[in-house]
């Protein structure tokens, strides 16, 4: 199993103090240095970079959330759920489940694979 790349010590030292949300820090172009890098594609690239990390890391609530959900369809024998404009329907195809509301009096398309 390779090493993993340690953080230099300042970086380290900010993450802690800024907890999860610290930031990448980013360092201003010194004058008379030959880097080629374009600045506003590194600054663009760090803020998805940023962005990116925390939709993955708010996704591993919502695959615990979507597990449970199954787990009470199937523990009630439900494959479909009704109730106002929530509507919850178990996919057969990997095991999964859809949730959507539904505005009131809009027609929804049938779907004949669904069992009430």
Do not use: F, W
């Amino acid at each position: 199993m390779p090493k993993r790349k340690q953080a230099k010590p300042r970086q380290r030292e900010l993450r802690r103090y800024l907890g999860r949300a610290a930031k990448r820090l980013r360092a201003p172009r010194l004058p008379g240095l030959e880097d080629t890098a374009i600045e506003a594609i590194e600054n663009a690239a760090t803020d998805y970079e940023e962005h990116r990390d925390e939709r993955l890391a708010a996704s591993k609530p919502e695959v615990a959330a979507k597990q449970r959900l199954i787990g009470v369809m199937h523990a009630h024998g439900k494959k479909q759920y009704r109730r106002g404009d929530l509507v919850v329907e178990l996919t057969s195809e990997k095991e999964s489940v859809r949730v959507r509301r539904v505005k009131p009096g809009k027609p929804e398309p049938e779907d004949e694979s669904a069992v009430a």
